[in-house]
Each structure stands twice: as structure tokens, then as C-alpha cells.
């Protein structure tokens, strides 16, 4: 499969806990973004990687949450004491800039679904 | 800022006939591109079709077709020939190319139900 792959698919976890996600982009593509997806709405979009650099976030990334991407390959979110409201989707995806700069296709993986009790 | 609005949050379609899906979109950038997304109850993503906004023709790809009016600021997702496995969620998104942005705003979805 080269698709964009996520793991855990499904975390349950208590109140405080700290929890990590991990995405594995498609091989040649070097944009990365994280995405939260609650009950009935669409994505919200979280952050975003060219490479290992993170060169966007959202003001919905709280203190809490961190995200990675140390070789510029694979990225993981880590969610630090959890809170019941983090329970949600969490999505990754990934893309390849296309050359004179247009609007390049995000390619979404199966997500992690997130449930804070 | 960009904002997507999907006005329809359910649709029913008899199998084998034709669906519109309404999608309007606000924003102020000059080169924006469109898109639709699949979401199936199995939660994954899966890209439909791309509209650029410069592009002169409407986008189509195989039962899918994007409906762009520019003027109007509406991107609608027609699915010819619905069949019984189209039956899931569909969002409209976009982004914008000004300074680098790469957030992609989605609407809220419209749950499609295909009936046989």
C-alpha cells in the first residue's frame, strides 16, 4: 500500500494522559499536514511541514499539543494531558508541490480517533 | 479568510440517477483551487476532483464532474449514474496560493444516501 498510513487507528485514554500519533506520508511527497475532525463537521486544519520544517499553525494547536517531523519523512502529534474535548479524528495528510507553484492535491490517510475518557 | 458553505447537510438519490451537491465559497485571493472530498463511513478522505480556479473548463473525472462558476463563487460536485456505494459524506474545500498558505478549509459536509 502507498498511501498515507496512521497509528495508531483508535486511542482510548483517561483524562491527563499523554498520547502520540504517527503518519507516514506517500514516499515522495514532502508536505505534510495534521488535521482535527470532530462529530459532524469537516477537517480543521492543525499544522502543516514542508520537509521537517513546520511552517504553519493553527491557533487551534494549544500549548498542549506538539507535532514533529524530525527527518522530514514521518511526523507524529503528540497530545499532552488530555482533555474529553481532544476526543476527536485526527487526520494526516500529505502532497507534492507542483512546479510554477499551483494548488497541489492533499492525499488524506485513515486517521486515528481519538476518545479521551 | 476563506469559508466554505455546504448548505444541503442530507441528500437522497435514487440509484442510477444524477445528484448535484451545492457547494459556495468566499474568499480573496486570485488563485484558489477547489476541491471535493469522499468520506465514507469508514473515515478515510478520498479525493475526488480539483478545480483550479483559472482553469476555462469544468472539471470531470469519470462520474464526477465540478460545476464551477467563478462569478458566483459556486464549485457544485454532480455525481452521474449515483450507485449504492456513493452513499457517504462529500466535502467541498479550498485553498488559497497567496504568501504560501496551505490550510485547507472544508466546508461542513453533505451526508449523500443512495437508494436502490
Known amino acids: 500500500d502507498t498511501g498515507v498510513s496512521q497509528n495508531p487507528r483508535h486511542k482510548i485514554t483517561k483524562r491527563g494522559q499523554n498520547v502520540t500519533f504517527r503518519c507516514d506520508p506517500i514516499?515522495?511527497?514532502?508536505?505534510l499536514y495534521w488535521y482535527r475532525q470532530t462529530l459532524g463537521q469537516g477537517p480543521e486544519f492543525l499544522t502543516y511541514?514542508?520537509?521537517?520544517?513546520?511552517?504553519?499553525k493553527s491557533r487551534l494547536l494549544s500549548d498542549r499539543f506538539s507535532a514533529e517531523r524530525p527527518k522530514g519523512s514521518f511526523s507524529t502529534l503528540e497530545i499532552q494531558r488530555t482533555e474529553q474535548g481532544d476526543s476527536a479524528m485526527y487526520l494526516c495528510?500529505?502532497?507534492?508541490?507542483?512546479?510554477?507553484?499551483?494548488?497541489?492535491?492533499?492525499?488524506f490517510g485513515p486517521g486515528t480517533r481519538l476518545t479521551v475518557l | 479568510a476563506q469559508k466554505i458553505t455546504q448548505t444541503q447537510p442530507g441528500m437522497f438519490v435514487q440509484e442510477k440517477e444524477a445528484v448535484t451537491l451545492d457547494c459556495t465559497y468566499d474568499?480573496?485571493?486570485?488563485?484558489?483551487?477547489l476541491f471535493w472530498y469522499k468520506q465514507p463511513s469508514s473515515g478515510e478522505m478520498i479525493f475526488l476532483i480539483y478545480q483550479g480556479s483559472y482553469d476555462e473548463q469544468n472539471a470531470t473525472e469519470g462520474r464526477y464532474s465540478l460545476n464551477f462558476q467563478k462569478a458566483r463563487k459556486s464549485a457544485n460536485l454532480v455525481i452521474s449514474a449515483s450507485q449504492l456505494w456513493d452513499s457517504a459524506m462529500y466535502f467541498c474545500?479550498?485553498?488559497?496560493?497567496?504568501?504560501?498558505?496551505?490550510?485547507?478549509?472544508f466546508g461542513t459536509g453533505t451526508k449523500l444516501q443512495v437508494i436502490p
Open positions: 511541514f514542508q520537509n521537517e520544517a513546520q511552517l504553519e
Open positions: 495528510a500529505s502532497s507534492f508541490p507542483l512546479a510554477g507553484g499551483g494548488t497541489d492535491t492533499q492525499y
Open positions: 474545500a479550498m485553498r488559497g496560493n497567496s504568501g504560501g498558505y496551505q490550510k485547507v478549509t
Open positions: 474568499t480573496s485571493d486570485q488563485s484558489y483551487g
Open positions: 514516499s515522495e511527497h514532502n508536505r
